[in-house]
């Protein structure tokens, strides 16, 4: 069956001259016809004759049942002449016809804005009222719309409705699966018309876009810093409210990114998914694995433009670029001495208000630094250490003592570099002076590396 255009058919206008003789006794309304009554009272009793003989569900009208009899038998009388796509209901032909005249009948009276079905400007209000009458159960929280609730359930439930059907893998949401399907086909749609980097989706590619834009739209509420994705604002707002929602189930260690748990979990699994290609050592972290394949190489990756030291880790070129720059330095309060890491002087603080927060699990002893505790614990096992050759202090055994060393040695060296930096950008040598002691414990030991202050004196 074929159907013109919904500009072919004719809307009469609705009148009340109409005689309505039949009064519903429970609301008042009032119907042209009884059987109209008859239908509409099933609405106030619930009562539902018609049953469908393939699976069992019932409906209040005739026509109800119809209509759904055709989800069974697949019938789809009603058919666009414009693309040929065919309905079961006719009305949702006529709202199907709309997508080919334009027609958007139903107005937003708050900003004009139109659409094509009524349920649609139904939702769109919600974003003027902030209407949210869809509640999670679990967590309380709100959705304007009923399928984001939906869709939010399989967080509790952990649902996975959509499947790959070609390797297994489920998803909760059906355009994840849509995403994942071009994975194995390897296509890729979306192309960056600046580096020719293609994409899966359209949304990774507009993000992608920001980094040669340098557009950030998203913007902290509390400090104004800005972001390029709203999942950056939306972790970045835990450093202001402390919030740590991923937690360890094996110490109930917390993190504010769900990557470092994961980085974390390894600690107890003993998990190391980075090998290295050279050696077979193996790592927890990617990043574990690229400073070790210096050990391979030449061992000096990262080289300074300005007067051509190297070094074997990205981090370390950075530190060393900031004695030519003098930026982001922090300076103690209590003293004015400066710092080229915040880290630095949080723990330089400490020798100010004497906070020992590293207490020894063994014999009560507290630190005020880790690197300190960590030291300590050696004395209960007694391994053996290693020397550095820079500053005469031992480096406790490690997995890999040769590449720590190595890497200990570098920031000796920056180390000195800094120093010698500070002495000669100052007038007042006094205020500046260093506190050797502190200080190589401050910069010079690398978290995996303890280094013996007996040997130091």
């Not at 009469?12 to 016809?33: G, H, L, M, V, W």
């Not at 000669?424 to 502190?438: G, Q």
Request: charged share 25%; glycine share 4%.
């Amino acid at each position: 069956m074929d159907f013109a255009l919904e500009d072919n058919i004719v809307n009469y206008p609705k009148t009340d001259t109409i005689e309505r003789p039949y009064q519903c006794s429970q609301c008042n309304k009032a119907f042209s016809k009884n059987c109209i009554l008859v239908k509409h009272l099933r609405t106030h009793t619930g009562e539902k004759p018609y049953q469908c003989t393939q699976c069992g569900k019932s409906f209040t009208e005739k026509s109800q049942l119809k209509t759904h009899s055709r989800t069974h038998t697949g019938e789809k009388p009603y058919q666009c002449t414009q693309c040929g796509k065919s309905f079961t209901e006719k009305s949702k032909l006529l709202i199907h016809l709309r997508a080919h005249t334009g027609v958007k009948p139903y107005q937003c009276s708050q900003c004009d804005k139109a659409f094509s079905q009524n349920h649609v400007l139904t939702t769109h209000m919600r974003i003027h009222t902030g209407e949210k009458p869809y509640r999670c159960n679990h967590c309380d929280k709100a959705f304007a719309q009923n399928s984001n609730l939906i869709m939010h359930m399989r967080i509790h439930t952990g649902e996975k409705p959509y499947q790959c059907s070609q390797c297994d893998k489920t998803f909760s949401q059906n355009s994840q699966l849509t995403a994942h399907l071009k994975t194995h086909t390897g296509e890729k749609s979306y192309r960056c018309s600046h580096c020719d980097k293609v994409f899966i989706q359209s949304s990774s590619m507009k993000t992608h876009m920001r980094t040669h834009t340098g557009e950030k739209p998203y913007q902290c509420s509390i400090c104004n810093k800005t972001f390029s994705q709203s999942s950056q604002v939306k972790t970045h707002l835990r450093t202001h409210t402390g919030d740590k929602p991923y937690q360890c189930s094996q110490c109930d260690k917390a993190f504010s990114h769900k990557r470092k748990l994961l980085i974390h979990i390894r600690i107890h699994t003993g998990e190391k998914p980075y090998q290295c290609s050279q050696c077979d050592m193996t790592f927890s972290k990617n990043s574990s694995l690229v400073n070790h394949l210096a050990v391979h190489t030449d061992g000096n990756a990262y080289q300074c433009s300005i007067c051509g030291k190297s070094f074997t880790q990205n981090i370390f070129l950075i530190t060393h670029l900031k004695i030519h720059t003098g930026e982001n330095l922090h300076q103690c309060f209590q003293c004015n001495k400066v710092f080229q890491k915040k880290s630095f002087l949080v723990t330089h603080l400490r020798t100010h208000t004497g906070d020992k927060p590293y207490k020894c699990s063994q014999c009560d002893i507290a630190f005020s630094q880790k690197s300190n505790l960590v030291r300590h614990m050696k004395t209960h096992t007694g391994e053996e250490t290693y020397q550095c050759k820079v500053n005469k202090l031992k480096a406790m055994e490690n997995s890999d003592p040769g590449n720590l060393i190595n890497l200990h040695e570098q920031k000796a060296e920056i180390k000195k570099e800094q120093m010698a930096s500070r002495k000669s950008n100052t007038n007042n040598l006094n205020e500046l002076k260093v506190e050797v002691k502190e200080e190589q414990m401050d910069i010079l030991v690398l978290p995996d590396i303890v280094m013996d202050k007996d040997d130091a004196n």
